[in-house]
């Protein structure tokens, strides 16, 4: 019987190496396709984000979770004040509040958008502490009947480890250029020449905090003290004592925009801020959001340094 001649390529008498040949040309071409796809998805994208934006609207800025200075989302808000498309400003907040100087950012830019487009600003859930400093910078502040409004107030936080330092042997120990520095000691109470440091520190933060509630929601400092021992306050009571100004939701700060601002009936909604996510970002946020449930530990929380105006840091 005649032999067939062998293939010079030993591979080729192999069927099982044939289909991995073909296999591995296969998902080559859909690896190709895919990634063609996902350019003109995003060129498509940014196209229709450009024309969004450059369309007359009502940008959307969300506050939410714990509010720490964000230099983004600085530069959004400064930047909204010029833009011709924007013809008001809805900001909209559900947040326990978070750094002083974060409430501050917000405040101060908010004011200063406000001097050049009208500004409502709608608690959802809740608005307290470093997020209410952002809401009176608005011209008119909206809440549901039983939105978490208020607690006014600022605080320093100081944990005292010495008994368990002391029970596992621990001496903690520094120098220190004077007696001030770095202090309290985390082995220490806070007591002493500290204490009265950081209650000042504490109370000129208070003192201007105070004083722009009373300003913005025209409230005698007397009145504004009564309501800033840290109390929160639903929708309604807040509207009772002068803290907001209406019941209501985005819709209903729509509407009175329309009313009372002359704004255009039916302009498109745009959220400007946080800036929309891509699919690569939304994978990674989802992985870092996996990792963090399976450690126990909450992605939405942040390590707040130095003074804090906040309800509950982890919402």
Do not use: C
């Not at 069927?15 to 296999?23: E, Q």
């Amino acid at each position: 019987m005649p032999q067939t001649p062998l293939s010079s390529d030993p591979k080729a008498t192999i069927p099982v190496a044939s289909v991995l040949r073909k296999s591995r040309w296969r998902w080559r071409t859909i690896a190709i396709a895919a990634l063609a796809i996902a350019i003109l998805s995003l060129v498509g994208r940014f196209g229709a984000d450009n024309k969004k934006f450059s369309e007359d609207q009502i940008a959307r800025i969300l506050i939410e979770n714990v509010i720490t200075t964000d230099p983004d989302r600085l530069k959004i808000l400064s930047d909204l004040a010029d833009d011709e498309n924007v013809k008001a400003v809805i900001i909209s907040i559900n947040s326990p509040g978070g750094t002083t100087a974060g409430g501050e950012e917000l405040f101060e830019v908010i004011s200063l958008l406000r001097e050049e487009k009208p500004v409502v600003a709608v608690v959802h859930e809740v608005g307290a502490s470093a997020a209410y400093m952002s809401a009176i910078a608005a011209d008119r502040i909206f809440a549901r009947r039983l939105s978490i409004v208020g607690s006014i107030g600022v605080l320093y936080q100081h944990m005292n480890m010495g008994k368990l330092l002391d029970t596992v042997g621990i001496d903690f120990d520094k120098v220190q250029s004077g007696p001030l520095k770095a202090e309290p000691d985390i082995d220490d109470p806070l007591s002493g020449p500290a204490r009265v440091s950081l209650q000042e520190l504490v109370d000129d933060s208070f003192n201007w905090f105070v004083d722009i509630v009373a300003e913005r929601r025209d409230l005698s400092r007397g009145k504004t003290l009564a309501l800033a021992d840290g109390r929160i306050l639903t929708g309604r009571m807040a509207l009772k004592e002068g803290l907001i100004d209406e019941i209501g939701s985005e819709a209903e700060a729509i509407a009175w925009l329309e009313k009372n601002k002359e704004i255009e009936e039916d302009l498109s909604i745009v959220t400007r801020f946080p800036l929309p996510e891509d699919e690569l970002e939304q994978i990674l946020r989802y992985v870092g959001t996996q990792i963090s449930a399976s450690l126990g530990l909450s992605s939405r929380s942040k390590n707040l340094d130095g003074l804090v105006s906040v309800w509950q840091a982890d919402l």
